[in-house]
């Protein structure tokens, strides 16, 4: 939804970093399996800290390097860049896994750029997976502006019973039952409802409504 560009990820990892990301005001671009390139560049860098360059398997040439995320950030009005290694805990324990970060350590170090190494809790393995749930209607094009501004006018502030909002959506929008929850999703992935994200909004009977924005104006 951010890049309006289709991405190629990796491993659910990935996934779950892709989301927070696009779900982050600040971060304004997300590309994914950077290359480092020019490829003389991390060559130089192996051999400087003595380490063997990541090859082609079939042909035993060098392999151009990537890192996982090249995020484009802007904070008041400054532009900047975070390059991101994601990888599970358990493979940052392996030696060869460490050494190739090594050196997209450095290559990134040289540039300025800072390079931080993601790895998944389960408090943002939820918030990823809330991420994914409200904003699969937009992604699919179910609704416009237009509509999700008149539905938020139908949410209330405090704790909401599921139920309770999907008849209200039902009886002012013309909409099935069966979709009434997906306005609720749309309105949440939209950012015009904002929840508590330490709760898991898939199975929530009920939702806390923290704030409501319309138009760009939050109440």
């Known amino acids: 939804m951010k890049t309006q560009r289709e991405h190629h990820l990796l491993s659910n990892n990935e996934s779950a970093f892709f989301y927070l990301c696009e779900h982050n005001e ?23 800290l003595g380490l063997k360059h990541p090859l082609v398997v079939s042909t035993k040439h060098p392999n151009v390097m990537t890192t996982d995320f090249l995020l484009t950030c802007q904070r008041d009005s400054q532009l900047s860049y ?14 060869r896994t460490a050494e190739k970060i090594d050196i997209e350590r450095v290559f990134w170090e040289l540039l300025g750029v800072r390079f931080p190494i993601f790895v998944l809790s389960k408090r943002l393995k939820m918030q990823a997976a809330n991420i994914k749930w409200a904003t699969w209607p937009l992604r699919h094009g179910h609704y416009d502006n237009e509509f999700l501004d008149r539905a938020v006018q139908l949410v209330e502030l405090g704790p909401q019973l599921r139920t309770n909002l999907c008849e209200r959506f039902v009886a002012h929008l013309d909409v099935q039952l069966d979709d009434a929850i997906n306005v609720m999703r749309a309105l949440i992935g939209s950012k015009r409802v904002h929840l508590d994200s330490r709760q898991d909004w898939q199975e929530a009977d009920a939702f806390d409504i923290l704030a409501t924005q319309t138009l760009g104006v939050r109440t």
């Open 26 to 48: 600040r971060v304004t671009d997300i590309r994914e399996q950077f290359p480092l390139l020019p490829l003389d560049q991390t060559l130089r860098i192996a051999s400087s």
């Open 82 to 95: 975070e390059a991101v290694c994601v990888k599970p805990a358990e493979e940052l324990t392996n030696q």
